[in-house]
């Protein structure tokens, strides 16, 4: 299937992995890519070092692009956008903010870059300041979230620009992926269904909370500070909505999640820990490889865009 990002981005099949913080590292990046979509390492809150090192280990086991997703709330977030250009990566994806800043070194580099917003005043504006396409992320979608749903902010975002739209936020099938492209998108991009592939390194116990999770299992943390994330319901949610709820400060909730994430990845404590994910969580019932997942959303996508 080709369209314009399949094009723009030299790979086979338009679908784009999330930059998933911690859960996007180079094995999982690279498996995507050699499946014939196209993989990101999250940047997230890591040293621009830590980054290099991801990029270079992504090479050693793909001939074919792998991005890097930069998440703009991260302190390191300029060392790294200088890092995508040194490190000749091709692709670049931002999360969390406006990457205004960074559009002229990457664009006078040839980097491609795909601004994921939660709005159409977000997508104008990343038309403006040149990028190549946005991905426009529902509020179904894991981890950090605007407000509006996949549903009604993908065709609003596809007829307010004219570069490329890429849907994402509770797609996690063939069904949702005819769905985005019947409502104007020319690729999708899937966290929650990745974070479970086979090549994905995560703490089993985190792959384990998302076959088990149903429709109404994830909850929304952080309204309150301004940076709301989803995440499925456990320990961690419910304190933290308690708090929220009670009016703790900033620094609490803050001090409550720090290296939270890190912990139910990681660690596999999916108690004390954030498991950020989708509503889709609930569509996802077993493991399978990056190809597989791929492979068999095409065919399904296929099948009923052809209808
Ligand atoms: O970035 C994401 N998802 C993320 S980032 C992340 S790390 C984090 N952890 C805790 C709190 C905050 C971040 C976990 N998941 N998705 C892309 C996305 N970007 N969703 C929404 C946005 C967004 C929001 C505001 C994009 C632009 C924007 O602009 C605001 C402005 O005007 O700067």
């Given at each position: 299937?080709?369209?314009?990002?399949?094009?723009?981005?030299?790979?086979?099949?338009?679908i784009i992995q999330g930059g998933m913080a911690w859960v996007a590292e180079y094995h999982l990046a690279a498996a995507v890519s050699?499946?014939?979509g196209l993989g990101l390492i999250g940047a997230a809150s890591a040293?621009?070092?830590i980054v290099?090192?991801q990029i270079?280990e992504a090479?050693?086991l793909?001939?074919?692009?792998v991005g890097v997703n930069i998440m703009?709330?991260n302190?390191?977030?300029?060392?790294v956008?200088?890092?995508?250009?040194?490190?000749?990566v091709?692709v670049v994806t931002t999360g969390a903010?406006?990457?205004?800043?960074?559009?002229?070194?990457?664009?006078?580099?040839?980097?491609?870059?795909?601004?994921v917003?939660?709005?159409?005043?977000?997508?104008?504006?990343?038309?403006?300041?040149?990028?190549?396409?946005?991905v426009?992320?529902?509020?179904?979608a894991g981890g950090h979230?605007?407000?509006?749903?996949?549903?009604?902010?993908?065709?609003?975002?596809?007829?307010?620009?004219?570069?490329?739209?890429?849907?994402a936020?509770?797609?996690?099938?063939?069904?949702?992926?005819?769905?985005?492209?019947?409502?104007?998108?020319?690729?999708?991009q899937m966290g929650t269904v990745f974070a479970t592939a086979?090549e994905s390194i995560v703490?089993?116990?985190f792959?384990?909370?998302?076959?088990?999770?149903?429709?109404?299992?994830?909850?929304?943390?952080?309204?309150?500070?301004?940076?709301?994330?989803?995440?499925?319901?456990?320990?961690?949610?419910?304190?933290?909505?308690?708090?929220?709820?009670?009016?703790?400060?900033?620094?609490?909730?803050?001090?409550?999640?720090?290296?939270?994430l890190r912990?139910?990845v990681v660690?596999?404590?999916?108690?004390?820990?954030?498991?950020m994910a989708?509503?889709?969580?609930?569509?996802?019932?077993?493991?399978?490889?990056c190809?597989?997942?791929?492979?068999?959303?095409?065919?399904?996508?296929?099948?009923?865009?052809?209808?």
């Open positions: 299937m080709e369209t314009r990002i399949t094009k723009l981005l030299g790979i086979e099949y338009p050699e499946a014939g040293p621009a070092d290099r090192q270079r090479k050693k793909t001939d074919k692009p703009l709330l302190p390191n977030a300029e060392e956008a200088r890092l995508i250009v040194e490190e000749d091709k903010g406006n990457p205004g800043k960074f559009m002229e070194l990457w664009k006078n580099a040839g980097v491609k870059v795909i601004p917003v939660a709005s159409v005043a977000m997508a104008k504006m990343m038309e403006r300041a040149g990028a190549d396409a946005v426009a992320e529902g509020t179904e979230i605007g407000e509006a749903t996949t549903m009604s902010l993908l065709p609003q975002v596809a007829d307010a620009v004219n570069i490329p739209v890429v849907g936020g509770g797609i996690a099938d063939g069904r949702g992926f005819a769905a985005a492209i019947m409502l104007g998108a020319e690729a999708v086979k703490h089993d116990n792959k384990q909370k998302i076959f088990a999770a149903k429709d109404i299992d994830s909850e929304v943390t952080g309204r309150s500070t301004g940076h709301p994330v989803r995440s499925l319901r456990n320990k961690m949610t419910r304190e933290y909505l308690k708090l929220e709820e009670e009016g703790a400060s900033f620094e609490e909730l803050e001090y409550l999640t720090l290296g939270s912990k139910a660690d596999g404590d999916v108690v004390n820990g954030t498991i989708g509503q889709i969580a609930g569509l996802i019932k077993e493991e399978k490889s190809s597989e997942i791929i492979r068999k959303i095409m065919l399904q996508a296929e099948k009923l865009l052809k209808l």
